[in-house]
């Protein structure tokens, strides 16, 4: 079965803090990509990675960051939390073309006080 | 630049009756379709896609789809809803460039009523 798992379903941080959220992937993808979903505004790319040491932004990577050195994990982090970065985050991989659909993770609900 | 329009935020409907969320989406090149559903607390998963041939698409838990290109349209639909088909759906297209990258609707919140 395959399988995306992100390292936390629920985190609270702190205004100013430095948050990493991973994701780990087991099915050999090419690509992993990070979103934020809020309600009325569906999914919102923040960045996405098509290989190891790749990244390119997505529409939303301000304030983000993110760290692909395998294959299988990919890292989003967020250098200085702000209440606004309060979201559920996703994570979902794929094969490379774009017939291919995603796989995601559980999510993880973060909220910065 | 491609774009997805789900028309309707939320969806009330008894269980039992037939469904249909609405997605049209713009794109001036050929595109991939994707419809997924997001249940309470997880994270998404594939119901269907449509990529080329027959455009009815039939996908898992009675759902299909029809890809209409003249209307840019790919509306959802199910004969008989459930109860646990009470979830978030959302409708996506491919991006430009051949790379995976998924552009997603606003998504439409399926509330199935006894």
């Known amino acids: 079965d395959v399988k995306v798992t992100q390292s936390s379903r629920y985190l609270v941080k702190r205004t100013g803090e430095k948050v990493f959220l991973e994701c780990v992937q087991d099915m050999d993808h090419e690509n992993m990509f990070w979103y934020r979903q809020d309600p009325g505004l569906g999914l919102r790319l923040i960045y996405f990675s098509y290989d190891v040491k790749m990244k390119e932004k997505g529409d939303i990577p301000e304030g983000y960051s993110v760290s692909r050195e395998k294959k299988e994990r990919f890292s989003l982090i967020l250098e200085s939390a702000s209440t606004n970065q309060t979201s559920m985050y996703l994570c979902?991989?794929?094969?490379?073309?774009?017939?291919?659909?995603?796989?995601f993770g559980p999510g993880t609900r973060l909220t910065v006080l | 630049a491609q774009s997805v329009t789900q028309l309707d935020s939320q969806v009330p409907v008894f269980e039992e009756a037939p469904v249909e969320l609405r997605c049209n989406y713009s794109?001036?090149?050929?595109?991939?379709l994707f419809w997924y559903v997001q249940y309470p607390n997880q994270g998404l998963q594939l119901l269907l896609k449509?990529?080329?041939?027959?455009?009815l698409v039939k996908g898992i838990n009675g759902f299909e789809a029809e890809f209409n290109k003249s209307q840019t349209s790919f509306h959802l639909r199910k004969p008989s809803v459930h109860i646990s088909d009470t979830a978030e759906y959302f409708c996506a297209v491919t991006g430009s460039s051949n790379t995976g990258k998924l552009i997603f609707g606003q998504g439409t919140t399926l509330q199935v009523k006894p």
């Open positions: 449509y990529l080329s041939g027959s455009t």
């Open positions: 794109s001036s090149v050929s595109v991939y």
């Open positions: 979902a991989s794929s094969f490379m073309r774009s017939r291919n659909e995603q796989f």
